[in-house]
């Protein structure tokens, strides 16, 4: 269009280009191009060791997060400031920085736990982990702020490719190398549904921009809507791939299981954040109008992702397939707060990410020291007398099942409190009582944990488990677990979090009430 | 300290109330924080002095609490999540004052007579959180911090029957922790479509204020039935009534002593006290409505608990199922809606938490000096320990609610309330006292009396740190069997209230209150100005 208008006016050259707010960029700007200048000075100077890389990526992470603070303050504290750029492709809204936050806070965290990680497996050759995890997250926020079904596609791509390499990033365990294999299969897969499922949109509409599809399905009455139905269906599965949901999670144990822990922090906080803001903007948001299609089937994996993920867990001997079915189990949560499409209900989903986020990237860090070299001891029998071993580990794991089972006094409980609020706001009385089932449910499995770690310590007469005499009889401390600092600073992070906005949520909650998703067309117009 | 303003204590600006919650809570984390390992004397002085204060506050809060008024008193109220009107109300009325004052006369008692025998720091800690969370359920006016403490005092529990209990103890607090959370998962859901309903339907601003709500009565008549059942299964766990009892016995008999004695003397009365506050007060029509039901399974429990104590082989065992009896006459006086009823319940919910705490104390004595509990390999204990007997005797008549005792008025109120709204349910219930007789007597004379052999020949008396627990609550048993009238008359104008709150709210419900009133009735209910005249009631069904 531009192109003819240029031709036409011969002697005023006036070339309109996107207007780009560089502004709105810069927390983007900052985690993307730190982690090109990474990999950069990495190749340039090669005796860089592993901690600095962890040092710097997680400095890139908070700066990401300060600035994206910032920018809260100065444009939306005086009022709602949306806005959206580069052709509106970009939006610019307190629901894109709020989830830009979280995200660059868990490759922060994620960095963290991984210093220690990568020494300990003997693979801390370069920074390869670290950049990935910043474009990871990079592809994130991108995927939050996007107003383009094909910018976010863009940074669904982004963010899922490096996720794929960082699933497989420990080249000696054959169980990582599996999980990169299986996950990169089944999310080329679902990526393709998502693609397919923006062209049967744009068929449907005319357009990929989210403003515009809001504005046509506004503005008209399809005669024939079986087009943009199905388009729905495939950006849900898409979609609902990213975050785990029944029935699209069954990647989600072996590759929890197989890929390297604090990969798995990111995994299950970042990717699982990402897609909910992508599911909230598309859905919630855009598709606002046709909600009594696509609220039922919202419904529908909503209870039974809570339900397979719960009873599921239960049945697990290992930690981290336990985990990865609690951590469907929440995004069966997270649907119910989606499911009510209110403000209410969006304000709920960013709370509950951002209080999932710490509690997740907590007890994956917990695992992360206790899993041992190798990365393999994470049966329930492993965790045996932790609280022994590490005091520390254990009551901080302690907290953060605590928190996620939804007891009082944790975000894990205003969390649940806040999305189930949203439900029975919704008038959606069933889904609420099924979601509390279902966290009473999980509780049995988290208490498992806690009475491994806790409890099997015998102190009168029952019998001492084998492995224990074992222990004592090497050594007579039973085997102490050095918690490295990088852990240490990551999960006392995620524990003052856990507890101190369990106590006081009312900051976080502040902020995710205001933190409305907006689609906004650009203030200042395109040249016509 | 300041007893000239009697008056005026209400608006001290002294945060009395909170207090109560916060000590236990900082002398928790100076327990959790005390340098230099597991030191036993240390950890076990600061959690006494912590919970000895708390008591000196309750019972400054007893003294300063003004007997004429019905409503709350040492009101406090801070706003904690503004956007979901959420908000830190505290108050305190003649129906939680004595639950308060149990609280906390029990735990500084509970820390002082059993040592844990290991891990002390921890221990303590947890008991102090602990004591923190029940005072917070008994004071709280907003139904989500309502929830908050509810759900919070089974962390505290559970670790204690976990890790410092005996036998099956991992299943017993697997199943406590479960059960309760479940109970409670429905409760979170009858509280938020309390709070969004009411909302809708007054078009006002979301408020989870007890008060508010409670006045307010915006809810349909059907709706509200619905969410007082959910609110009712998470009590029915807690108190627990009989399909949902099971979690109990498990719990009593593994949790270490301290553990029984609060699980039995304060943690119990979480789910009674629900029933009054968010049962008869937020919901009275669906109270009267569901009133037979819950009669009838306070009735089931008084006469299942006491027969399934008979049975008992193992005398922890067995006192826990009296609890389960006990606490049936609790749901039988609440739900008899009658002034009578409602004060014997709250009587009873006082007096169990001291008879039955006591019992747990001589029966955790006993097996710390014979390493059962089993009823067979214990006998002729009198010989050895006349003092214990002795003082067993006392706290086990009070139990089976012999006069003169405390177990009586209680007893009594509840079926004199039980009576007037319905004959038939105080006449099986009456059974149940006789059933309580036959247990605990047999019980007592299989563990007392008879040849001692062995061990039980040799068995060591009270000793002075014993008599220094058991003491107090033997004068509390004597005191509130013979005067209870300083008890009664202060919780009278709150529960007058609470059934005039009843009658206001529910069209067609009168006080089922005896034909024929004794002197004493008709002045008593000659106060009131409105319902004395009424005078013809019948049965509310």
């Known amino acids: 269009m531009s192109l003819v208008s240029l031709l036409a006016q011969v002697d005023v050259i006036e070339f309109d280009t996107p207007s780009v707010d560089w502004v709105i960029l810069t927390p983007l700007l900052i985690l993307s191009v730190g982690s090109l200048l990474m990999l950069m000075f990495a190749s340039l100077l090669r005796n860089l060791g592993s901690t600095i890389f962890s040092l710097v990526t997680a400095l890139i992470g908070f700066a990401t997060a300060g600035m994206a603070v910032w920018l809260w303050w100065v444009r939306f504290e005086g009022g709602d400031a949306a806005t959206s750029t580069l052709a509106g492709a970009i939006s ?53 702020m996007s107003n383009d079904l094909i910018v976010l596609f863009l940074g669904l791509e982004i963010l899922s490719i490096a996720v794929y390499i960082l699933a497989a ?58 087009l943009l139905l199905a388009g729905f269906a495939m950006l849900l599965v898409g979609l609902a791939f990213k975050v785990a949901a029944v029935p699209f999670h069954f990647w989600t144990p072996d590759v929890y299981e197989g890929a390297p822990t604090p990969v798995v922090a990111y995994m299950a906080s970042g990717v699982k954040v990402a897609g909910f803001a992508a599911i909230i903007r598309v859905f919630v948001l855009t598709f606002d109008q046709y909600r009594l299609d696509w609220q039922p089937v919202i419904y529908v994996l909503a209870v039974l992702s809570l339900l397979v993920g719960s009873f599921l867990a239960i049945v697990q001997t290992n930690v981290k ?110 889904l609420g009582v099924i979601a509390m089932v279902a966290a009473a449910v999980a509780a049995f499995l988290y208490l498992r944990v806690i009475v491994a770690m806790f409890f099997s310590s015998d102190h009168d007469d029952d019998l001492v488990p084998a492995e224990g005499v074992a222990d004592d009889a090497e050594a007579d401390a039973p085997g102490k677990i050095d918690v490295p600092p990088g852990a240490t600073i990551a999960i006392t992070l995620c524990l003052l979090a856990t507890v101190v906005f369990g106590v006081w949520p009312g900051p976080i909650d502040d902020f995710a009430r205001d933190a409305i998703p907006r689609l906004v067309a650009e203030a200042t117009a395109l040249g016509n | ?145 309502f929830f908050v403490f509810f759900e919070v005092v089974l962390v505290p529990m559970y670790f204690l029957i976990g890790k410092w209990g005996h036998g099956n103890r991992q299943y017993a607090a697997m199943k406590f922790f479960i059960y309760t959370m479940a109970g409670s998962a429905m ?49 029915s766990v807690k108190v627990p009534l009989f399909p949902v009892h099971t979690w109990l016995p498990d719990a009593h008999t593994e949790a270490p002593t301290a553990g029984s004695v609060i699980l039995a003397g304060v943690m119990l009365k979480l789910g009674t006290y ?41 005398l922890k065992r067995l006192v826990a199922y009296s609890s389960i009896a006990h606490l049936g006459f609790i749901v039988l006086g609440t739900f008899a809606l009658n002034t009578e009823g409602i004060e014997g319940g709250i009587l009873q919910m006082v007096n169990h938490g001291i008879s039955t705490g006591a019992l747990f104390l001589l029966v955790g004595m006993i097996y710390e000096r014979r390493h059962t509990r089993m009823i067979s390999e214990l006998g002729g204990l009198q010989k050895a320990a006349p003092y214990m007997a002795g003082v067993f ?112 709210k529910v069209p067609g419900f009168t006080e089922p209150v005896a034909n024929v009133r004794t002197a004493d009735d008709a002045e008593k209910h000659g106060d009131d100005d409105d319902h004395s005249e009424d005078g013809d009631e019948g049965d509310h069904e």
Not at chain 1, 92 to 120: K, P
Not at chain 1, 397 to 423: D, E, H, R, Y
Not at chain 2, 200 to 223: V, Y
Request: charged fraction near 10%.
């Open chain 1, 92 to 144: 610019f809204d307190g629901f894109g920085l709020f989830l830009t936050v979280v995200i660059a806070l868990a490759v922060a965290l994620s960095a963290l736990l991984a210093d220690d990680y990568l020494s300990r497996e003997d693979l801390d050759q370069g920074p390869e982990l670290y950049v990935l995890l910043m474009l990871s997250g990079a592809g994130g926020i991108i995927m939050a």
């Open chain 1, 169 to 226: 990033m420990h080249v000696r365990r054959i169980q990582s190398l599996e999980a990169g294999m299986k996950y990169f299969v089944l999310g080329a897969f679902s990526s393709a549904f998502f693609l397919y499922g923006i062209a049967l949109i744009y068929g449907a509409t005319g357009s990929t921009n989210l403003i515009d599809i809001k504005n046509f399905l506004a503005g008209s009455v399809l005669t024939d809507d079986a």
């Open chain 1, 321 to 430: 397939r336990m985990l990865a079915y609690s951590s469907v189990s929440h995004a069966g949560f997270i649907l119910v707060g989606v499911q009510a499409a209110t403000d209410r209900g969006t304000a709920a989903v960013l709370f509950y990410l951002a209080a999932y986020t710490f509690m997740v990237i907590g007890s994956f860090g917990v695992l992360t020291v206790a899993g041992g070299k190798g990365d393999s001891s994470h049966t329930l029998d492993d965790y045996k007398g932790l609280s022994d071993r590490s005091p520390f580990l254990a009551f901080a794991l302690m907290i953060f099942l605590f928190a996620q089972a939804g007891v009082p006094l944790t975000t894990g409980f205003f969390a649940k409190f806040a999305v189930i609020s949203a439900a029975i706001d919704a008038r959606s009385f069933w």
């Open chain 2, 1 to 145: 300290m300041i007893s000239t303003l009697t008056l005026a204590a209400a608006d001290v600006s002294f945060p009395v109330l909170t207090s109560l919650i916060l000590i236990p809570i900082l002398g928790a984390l100076v327990v959790a924080l005390l340098p230099g390992g597991d030191r036993a004397e240390i950890t076990k002085l600061v959690a006494t002095m912590a919970s000895v204060i708390t008591a000196g506050i309750a019972f400054w809060v007893l003294w300063e609490f003004n007997i004429d008024d019905s409503g709350f008193q040492f009101t406090e109220s801070a706003n904690w999540i503004e956007g979901m009107g959420i908000s830190w109300d505290l108050g305190i009325d003649g129906i939680s004052l004595f639950l308060v004052v149990l609280t906390a006369v029990l735990f500084p008692l509970a820390i002082l007579a059993v040592d844990p025998h290991h891990d002390h720091t921890p221990y303590y800690a947890w008991i102090l959180v602990l004591e923190a969370g029940v005072m917070g359920v008994f004071l709280t006016l907003d139904l989500f911090f």
């Open chain 2, 187 to 235: 409760m979170l859901i009858g509280i938020l479509a309390t709070a969004f309903l009411t909302a809708s339907a007054t078009g006002n601003d979301l408020t989870f204020n007890l008060i508010e709500l409670a006045e307010g009565q915006a809810l349909a008549q059907n709706t509200a039935r619905w969410i007082f059942v959910a609110f009712a299964v998470a009590f």
């Open chain 2, 274 to 314: 629900g029933f009054l506050r968010f049962g008869l007060y937020l919901f009275p029509e669906a109270s009267v409505y569901f009133a037979p039901v819950m009669m009838t399974l306070g009735v089931i429990g008084i006469i299942y608990g006491a027969i399934a104590a008979t049975m008992q082989k193992d």
């Open chain 2, 393 to 504: 005797t006392v706290v086990m008549l009070s139990s089976i609610g012999l006069p003169g005792l405390n177990g009586f008025p209680g007893e009594f109120l509840t079926l004199l309330g039980a009576f007037n709204a319905n004959r038939w349910f105080a006449i099986v219930a009456a059974s149940g006292v006789i059933l309580a007789a036959l247990y605990l007597l047999w019980a007592y004379q299989r563990v007392f009396h008879g040849p001692a052999e062995g061990e039980n020949a040799e068995m060591a008396d009270l000793r002075p740190a014993e008599w220094a627990t058991m003491l107090p609550l033997l004068a509390l048993i004597v005191f509130m069997g013979i005067y209870p009238k300083p008890v009664l008359e202060r919780m009278e104008p709150a529960v007058d209230a609470l059934v005039e709150h009843i009658e206001d």
